[in-house]
């Protein structure tokens, strides 16, 4: 076992928590079991009606939405169960949407490949180039360090009026069909999991991240995209970008805690400080329940709606065994 945590707690989860904690203990925390037993549990993981559900909701080819059925909510839930990559039920669902990227549009491989990186997909050629080419446009932001993100009174005199007093971003962060150039939530994602391999690309989304932890975008309102194709602006809100919100605050510094120019902010030590107030005599977490929000037909990566680790939500202590898992995870995540 890592000694990543005090080990008391790290034991009364294992002994205490349901299937997919205890599998996601094994995959992340580092609790050893011998190669039989770790396959057993897998296993009983891959047959629990949550995780049959999840990948009975790939029925349809839509990937974009709310839905449990829309393939990214489908996706992100079962990374959260421990699914990757490899893993044949896993595979039989995921690959046609690694297969059909070379037919898609840009604009739709910002959405798919974030998810198919967190499952491991990452070594496939059309995902590597998506997000490389990705990278290289939020870097250049990055660099410039610009925060000046909408258009002027002066600047916007070609929108209709009815958008005028609305925040529209400036066109140098608008590039067409490679989207909005600004972090979203999807590229923090992709951040968040891509396994770099050289030094140009951790060094990049160092500064990437640098650039989104600055409070001056984190305290962004959010704003809108003007398409001068339709004359009208698309909505690109603040949850749209790569932005703190009470919403999915665990998932957020889940997400930026293994990066130091994140940890360093105060909104994430203030994050923390928050979570340390629900810490129980024992030494284990007991978050409120909106922090660990499991709501059907919700987006995951919008809302953190799909916070949920299989847990029976009728127990008494499911808060306390998903509370304590989530805070074990974020520690680790700090140490990388």
Same mark, same amino acid.
């Given at each position: ?29 580092? @609790? ?54 490899? @893993?044949?039920?896993? $595979? ?24 198919? @990186? ?6 496939? +050629? ?10 290289? +446009? ?61 030094? $140009? ?5 160092? $500064? ?5 932890? $600055? ?122």
């Amino acid at each position: 076992m890592k000694n990543h945590q005090d080990d008391e707690t790290v034991t009364w989860l294992f002994a205490n928590a349901g299937l997919i904690i205890r599998w996601r203990m094994v995959k992340d925390l580092g @609790i050893e079991l011998p190669k039989k037993k770790r396959a057993e549990l897998l296993g009983e993981v891959l047959a629990t009606d949550e995780v049959i559900r999840w990948l009975g909701n790939f029925r349809k080819r839509v990937f974009h939405g709310s839905k449990d059925t829309n393939a990214e909510n489908a996706m992100a839930k079962l990374v959260e169960y421990g699914l990757h990559a490899g @893993i044949p039920e896993f $595979d039989e669902k995921m690959l046609p949407y690694v297969e059909r990227l070379d037919r898609l549009r840009q604009r739709w491989l910002r959405t798919e490949c974030p998810f198919l @990186i967190a499952a491991g997909y990452h070594t496939y +050629s059309a995902v590597r180039k998506w997000f490389l080419h990705r990278l290289d +446009s939020l870097h250049k932001v990055a660099l410039r360090g610009d925060y000046n993100l909408y258009l002027s009174n002066q600047g916007n005199h070609h929108i209709p009026k009815a958008w005028r007093n609305k925040p529209v971003y400036r066109p140098e962060f608008w590039l067409g069909d490679d989207g909005l150039t600004l972090p979203t939530c999807y590229d923090l994602y992709a951040l968040a999991h891509w396994p770099c391999s050289t030094s $140009d690309e951790e060094e990049k989304i160092a $500064d990437v991240i640098a650039y989104l932890s $600055d409070p001056a975008f984190q305290s962004t309102v959010g704003g809108y995209i003007w398409n001068p194709n339709i004359r009208r602006c698309h909505a690109a809100g603040r949850d749209y970008l790569a932005c703190l919100n009470p919403e999915r605050v665990v998932l957020f510094i889940e997400l930026t805690a293994r990066f130091p120019a994140a940890r360093r902010m105060p909104w994430f030590q203030e994050a923390l400080d928050d979570f340390e107030q629900y810490r129980t005599e024992d030494g284990r977490y007991c978050f409120p329940s909106e922090y660990l929000k499991e709501k059907r037909n919700s987006y995951y990566i919008y809302q953190g709606a799909h916070m949920g680790l299989g847990e029976n939500r009728r127990s008494r202590n499911w808060r306390e065994l998903e509370s304590t898992f989530r805070m074990q995870n974020i520690k680790r995540l700090m140490t990388m």
